[in-house]
Structure formats: C-alpha cells, structure tokens
C-alpha cells in the first residue's frame, strides 16, 4: 500500500509566504507524477501544479502562475510547493495526489490546511 503524507499547512499573512511538503511511500512505488489539488470550503477540488517524473515537465493553475513553484526532492518520491504572495482566496485544504508509473494509478493524502488571513 502507498502512503502519501502532506505538510506544512498553517497561517499565514496576506503576502506571506509558506512551504508545503509531500511524501509518498510504499514498497516499489514509482512516481509517473505527483499533483497538488486545493479545496476551499464550499468550493470543489481543483487542481494547482503537477510535476512528471519523466523529464520533469511542470504545468499550474493560471491562479498560481508566477506565485507557486513545485518541485521535487532529488531522491524519492517527494514533491515541494513554494506559495509566495499569498492571498486570502488561496485559503483551502491542499491535498497531494501521487499517480504511479505503469498503470497510474492514484494515492491521495489527507491534506494540510492553509489559511491565509490577517
């Protein structure tokens, strides 16, 4: 079974800035991607950014374009979202969605929450 283990959630200012952190583990998981989704209340789960494995393509969300970085850890599967200028409407539950190579397919996390308020 895999395991996928979110982090870094908090509160934080308008314009702060937080770092969050994923981490999927379980015997003889191989990454294809891994995705950060966000769900604010009321609101349904959309997608933020993703990064593949395989060459290392990225895409994001225009709301997050130019604000948010995701990257990955050298070894592992563990991926990284740098959320700079933060806005109260990025306020949500961030999940980390990790899809395996081969049959793709996908383990989700329980999330980490981010509130971005004064």
């Known amino acids: 079974q895999v395991q996928v283990v979110e982090s870094g959630g908090g509160l934080v200012q308008p314009g702060g800035s937080l770092r969050l952190s994923c981490a999927a583990s379980g015997r003889a998981f191989s990454p294809y991607a891994m995705s950060w989704f966000r769900q604010a209340p009321g609101k349904e789960r959309e997608f933020v950014a993703t990064?593949?494995?395989?060459?290392?393509?990225?895409d994001y969300a225009d709301s997050v374009k130019g604000r948010f970085t995701i990257s990955r850890a050298r070894a592992g599967a563990t991926v990284y979202l740098q959320m700079n200028s933060l806005k109260p409407e990025d306020t949500a539950v961030y999940y980390c969605r990790a899809k395996a190579a081969g049959y793709g397919t996908e383990y989700w996390g329980e999330g980490t929450l981010v509130t971005v308020s004064s």
């Open positions: 990064i593949r494995w395989s060459g290392a393509s990225i």
